[in-house]
Structure formats: C-alpha cells, structure tokens
C-alpha cells in the first residue's frame, strides 16, 4: 500500500427496512477522523410511487448532524420548529448540543411520483466544552458553498476550510468536508492542510500515488502527506477531516466526552416517552409529530 495511505476500509451495509446504507464509520480501527465521528452513505436507492423514507422523531446530543444529497429530497423536522426540505448539493447542519429531536421523511410530491435517494449523513463531535451548548439549526443553499476547481475536478466546500477558501457554515473545530466530482483523466494533489484527512469514494475509480481505491472504500491519509488523486473513470469523492478531539462515546444517537452523559440523555429520553414528551422536557417533539423512536436496550 502507498506510504501516503495509513489504512484503507470498506463501508459495511445496514439495512434499515428496505433502504440500504453504507456504514463507513465508526470503523473497529479507526473510531473518527478528525471530528467525523459517523459516516454513511445513502443509497443509491429508487422508490416507486407511494413509498419513501420515514424515520420517526429520535434525540441527539454532544454532536452536529450534516446531510448531503447528490439526488431526492428529504424533509426535516426538528424540536426547534424548523421544517425544510434538504435539496441535493445543500448542507443541513443541525447542532444538537445538550439535546434536540428531528424526524427525516420523504415529502409528500417526491413519495406520490417515486424518487431516487443518495447521499451522505455524517456526524461531527462537538468540543467537549461546546457538547452542553443550546441545540440550532442552520440550512445554507447549494449556491452559497464554495466552489474549488483544480486540474479538471471540481469541489464543493461544505464545512470548514480547504484550499484557501471558507464554507459559511458556523463550526466549533477546525475541520474541512469537501464534495469532489472529478471528470476520468482528472486529479489534484491532496495538500489540505489539516491534522487527520480522509478520502471516501462514493462512485467511480480513482488513485492515490497510483494505489487503487474503489467505489465504498475510505483511505485515511497518512499525516503531512499529500498523494495525488487521479480519477481513472468519472468518479465521485468526498474528503473529511480536521482536528482530533480526543476519544469520544457512542451510544445509539448519543456522543459525548463522558460515558455518564450518555446515560442520563438514555434516562431523559426515557422519561419523555413516559411522560409524553412535555414542553418543559429536555426532548420534545417537532411540531407536526406524534411518534417516536423509542429507546433501545
């Protein structure tokens, strides 16, 4: 394997009830990248007419959701009042901070006609002293992200700071997470200059420094190097990374520096669903909602 590449993985499918995602991490050997702490492609998957996706009302805490889509649409809903719709090339930053609660679900025009999903949801820890921060919502358009063209690729700069430019999107870290489409025959350097990087192909057939890295695999980047990505097809990427935070807990929908704050936001969500998800809670449910994903054991 290229000195450039410290390891290499394929994403692991889940089926959640006939929708299939790609699980690329958290990986036994490699729990984050950066901040990235969950990373899982969406499909590509087609719906036929009537059918579409529906997660019911389920809490976070001590992480920022970010959804992405390359095609659909999905509709978001959350604890705050927010209620959109995610576009492809848009960036849905949901900060959950000390809790929020959000429902994803086809809408209504796009389940009618039938509709094709793929994308990616990933999961950014939060510093450990931001993880108690007021939960907040934040949706920039496709046209506000940067657009970085190098050597025949271009790249959408969705969060942090990459080749000189700036996403819009308020982060609590220093992190970068870039969309690539990269035409067969192209290719750039990888000089992003942050402390742990990766490179996760969605589509296509590319290297690094000649090493073949295929469709649903991620190569962690060797630290301070800068291998070249050469597409040998038309190809699709998305690079992620940034700064370490240290080790972080992972509980069903719950991240934090602390293994006790997890289980008292199990225990909070608990009594919710007990109590029937009252204002004054910690969780509540979007408005609109009336169900819920109830705790896992």
């Known amino acids: 394997m290229s000195e450039s590449i410290a390891q290499k993985f394929a994403g692991k499918p889940k089926d959640l009830g006939g929708f299939e995602v790609r699980r690329v991490l958290p990986y036994p050997r490699q729990r984050m990248v950066g ?73 209504a025009p796009e389940r009618a006609a039938g509709h094709r999903m793929f994308g ?42 990459a080749w000189g430019q700036t996403a819009p999107v308020k982060v609590f870290s220093p992190i970068f997470y870039l969309h690539g489409v990269l035409p067969a025959g192209s290719g750039t350097d990888l000089d992003i200059d942050h402390a742990e990087r990766a490179i996760y192909v969605v ?60 289980e008292h936001a199990r225990k909070d969500w608990s009594d919710a669903a007990l109590t029937g998800f009252p204002a004054s809670g910690r969780f509540t449910l979007p408005p609109g909602e009336d169900e819920h994903i109830p705790l896992p054991d």
């Open 35 to 107: 901040p990235f702490i969950f990373f899982d492609q969406m499909g590509p998957a087609e719906f036929a007419p009537g059918q579409g996706i529906d997660v019911r009302p389920h809490p976070h805490i001590g992480l920022a959701t970010v959804t992405y889509l390359f095609d659909g649409a999905l509709g978001h809903r959350d604890s705050l009042g927010e209620d959109l719709v995610i576009r492809p090339g848009d960036v849905n930053w949901m900060t959950a901070g000390r809790g929020v609660v959000h429902s994803e679900r086809t809408p």
């Open 120 to 161: 990616i949801q990933t999961w950014v820890a939060l510093p450990a002293d931001k993880e108690d921060i007021a939960p907040a919502f934040h949706h920039h358009k496709a046209e506000t992200l940067p657009v970085i063209e190098r050597d025949g690729a271009r790249f959408n700069l969705i969060l942090g700071t």
């Open 203 to 262: 589509e296509g057939e590319v290297t690094l420094d000649g090493e073949p890295v295929a469709a649903g695999e991620m190569a962690v980047l060797t630290p301070g190097s800068a291998p070249g990505l050469a597409a040998s097809k038309d190809s699709r990427v998305m690079l992620c990374g940034g700064d370490s935070l240290g080790p972080r807990h992972i509980n069903w929908n719950f991240v934090a520096a602390d293994r006790a704050t997890i």
